[in-house]
T-cell receptor
Framework: GAVVSQHPSWVICKSGTSVKIECRSL??????MFWYRQFPKQSLMLMAT?????????EQGVEKDKFLINHASLTLSTLTVTSAHPEDSSFYIC????????????FGQGTRLTVV | GQNIDQPTEMTATEGAIVQINCTYQ??????LFWYQQHAGEAPTFLSY??LDGLEEKGRFSSFLSRSKGYSYLLLKELQMKDSASYLC??????????WGAGTKLIIKP
């Protein structure tokens, strides 16, 4: 299957700082990328959907000014958690999909964010 | 609204067979996915069904009934490493995945 690389795998940051998470599709062009957040023992929660070259579509309740998503190329999307707080500590996962006719989305390894 | 239901937790014995059920309601339908997720890791793809019937892949099989909005994942010859959460996800008409909360499968020796 296709490979999606997410970096970093884990990060600890101080409250008030910003953290950037990268998601790269290594061997295919990702027309659409999805960003999820997952709290312990809970399912994936879709935060936003981004299409290359356009603004991300955020799910209800997700602050677009706090979770900045950039999908500048067909192989790279970034999620920046701005002014992080301890309640932002979570597991963040990206997934990438090719054209709209493609059904399978491939997941990155996930990023464990801990805000202290 | 769109909804996915699956049991929260199941327990099975090593070497046995377990079936994890999933019912779904979506706006349109473009297939049903099963993913395995070990604690602290991202989900990994197990199966995709878009037509009715059973798809077998090694020890894992997945079944779909579109008329009933129902799917199951069947795991045979259970191994301890199969202890994980199993996520059911249905793809709607916009090709968006609607996720279930996951079924935590506990395997006992």
């Amino acid at each position: 299957g296709a490979v999606v690389s997410q970096h970093p795998s884990w990060v600890i940051c101080k409250s008030g700082t910003s953290v950037k998470i990268e998601c790269r599709s290594l061997d295919f062009q990702a027309t659409t990328m999805f960003w999820y957040r997952q709290f312990p023992k809970q399912s994936l929660m879709l935060m936003a959907t981004s299409n290359e070259g356009s603004k991300a579509t955020y799910e209800q309740g997700v602050e677009k000014d706090k979770f900045l998503i950039n999908h500048a190329s067909l192989t790279l999307s970034t999620l920046t958690v701005t002014s992080a707080h301890p309640e932002d500590s979570s597991f963040y996962i990206c997934s990438a999909r090719g054209g709209q006719g493609d059904t399978e989305a491939f997941f990155g390894q996930g990023t464990r964010l801990t805000v202290v | 609204g769109q909804n996915i239901d699956q049991p929260t937790e199941m327990t099975a014995t090593e070497g046995a067979i377990v079936q994890i059920n999933c019912t779904y309601q979506t706006s349109g339908f473009n297939g049903l996915f099963w993913y395995q997720q070990h604690a602290g890791e991202a989900p990994t793809f197990l199966s995709y069904n878009v037509l009715d019937g059973l798809e077998e892949k090694g020890r894992f099989s997945s079944f779909l009934s579109r008329s009933k909005g129902y799917s199951y994942l069947l795991l045979k010859e259970l191994q301890m490493k199969d202890s994980a959460s199993y996520l059911c996800a249905a793809m709607d008409s916009n090709y968006q995945l609607i996720w279930g909360a996951g079924t935590k499968l506990i395997i006992k020796p």
